[in-house]
Every structure is written in structure tokens, then in C-alpha cells.
């Protein structure tokens, strides 16, 4: 059974930094790509990063120069650092993994997801 256990979610205050990490398990073949999304309330579920085994990453213009994604392949696990964090980047983060080699920001390329973690960013 496929699971991915995110962690490391919080409150903090504008300007600061969050880690999140993401254990996946019960792939047998390994996965190929790992990607966060958020989803604020009323919004809908946005990609943010992903990376590939290879990897090779992808990230939304939003979040360019502030976070970045990197993996630990033979723990399969994935994190997502964030620095100089904005209200607007308050959601439910989510990880997600695919088997396939090609890193994508769409929700629908994704068969696997976890149960999220919350991040908000307040003074």
C-alpha cells in the first residue's frame, strides 16, 4: 500500500523559514517523481515544485528564489524548504509521487497523494 507522510508543518511569522519533509513507502518500482502542491481555502489545489530522480525540478513563478525542493532517493523521502515565507503562501501542503520520469505542476498527473500538513504564515 502506497503511502507519503508529510511533517514539518506550523505557524510562523512573515519572513521566516519552514522544512517540510515527506516518507514515502509501499512503492515497489521506486518513485520517479516527487512534487508539493497547497491548497488554500476556497482555492484550488496548486502545484508548487516537483523533482524528479534524475533531479530535475520544476517550480511555480510564485515561489521562485524562496523555496526550494530536494530528495533523499534512497530513504525516499523528499523536502521542501521554505524561506522568507508570505501570508499568501498560508495552505494545506501536500506531497505527492508519480513512477514516471517527467516532473509536472498538474494535480491530475499525480495517482498518489498524502494527507497534508497545515502552514500558516502570521504575525
Known amino acids: 500500500q502506497v503511502q507519503l507522510v508529510e511533517s514539518g508543518g506550523g505557524l510562523v511569522q512573515p519572513g521566516g523559514s519552514l522544512r517540510l519533509s515527506c516518507a514515502a513507502s509501499g512503492f ?33 513563478d510564485s515561489v521562485k528564489g524562496r523555496f526550494t525542493i530536494s530528495r533523499d532517493n534512497a530513504k525516499n523521502t523528499v523536502f521542501l524548504q521554505m ?8 495552505a494545506v501542503y501536500y506531497c505527492a509521487a508519480h513512477s514516471l520520469y517527467e516532473c509536472s505542476l498538474s494535480s491530475s498527473y499525480y495517482p498518489f497523494y498524502g494527507q ?8
Not at 524561506?83 to 498560508?90: A, R, S, Y
Not at 497534508?116 to 504575525?123: A, D, E, K
Open 83 to 90: 524561506n522568507n515565507l508570505k501570508p499568501e503562501d498560508t
Open 28 to 60: 515497489t518500482s521506486g518513485y520517479r517523481t516527487m512534487a508539493w502542491f497547497r491548497q488554500a481555502p476556497g482555492k484550488e489545489r496548486e502545484g508548487v515544485l516537483c523533482i524528479s530522480s534524475g533531479g530535475n525540478t520544476v517550480y511555480a
Open 116 to 123: 497534508g500538513t497545515q502552514v500558516t504564515v502570521s504575525s
